[in-house]
């Protein structure tokens, strides 16, 4: 089983740039898909973005397409998330998520949670 502590949350003004990190532990890190969701004060969590075993494909919600990147270091067993162009919309608390399905589904059926990170963008 793996644990996911994200990091790298904190305030940052409307057209900012931060990166959140999540660090893995306890399991292998390159058999998972790796995701990203937040949750806004007063909505239901929603899907960021998502990435491959590997690292070699990427999805992203089309609120976050352009401004948002995420990428993995499988040797440091961590899942980033850069976000530029911050809007006051993207504060939420973020969380990442592990995937154990062989088949890719990078919107659903993730395993295992963090306990997230709060953004905060100011307007």
């Known amino acids: 089983q793996v644990q996911l502590v994200e990091s790298g949350g904190g305030l940052v003004q409307a057209g900012g740039s931060l990166r959140l990190s999540c660090a893995a532990s306890g399991g292998t890190f390159s058999s998972y898909g790796m995701g990203w969701f937040r949750r806004a004060p007063g909505k239901e969590r929603e899907f960021v973005a998502a990435i491959t075993r590997s690292g070699g494909s990427t999805n992203y919600a089309d609120s976050v397409k352009g401004r948002f990147t995420i990428s993995r270091d499988n040797a440091k067993n961590t899942v980033y998330l850069q976000m530029n162009s911050l809007k006051f919309e993207d504060t939420a608390v973020y969380y990442c998520?592990?995937?154990?399905?062989?088949?890719?589904?990078?919107?659903?059926?993730?395993?295992?949670w963090g306990q997230g990170t709060q953004i905060t963008v100011s307007s």
């Open positions: 998520a592990a995937q154990e399905t062989l088949i890719w589904s990078p919107r659903n059926s993730y395993d295992y």
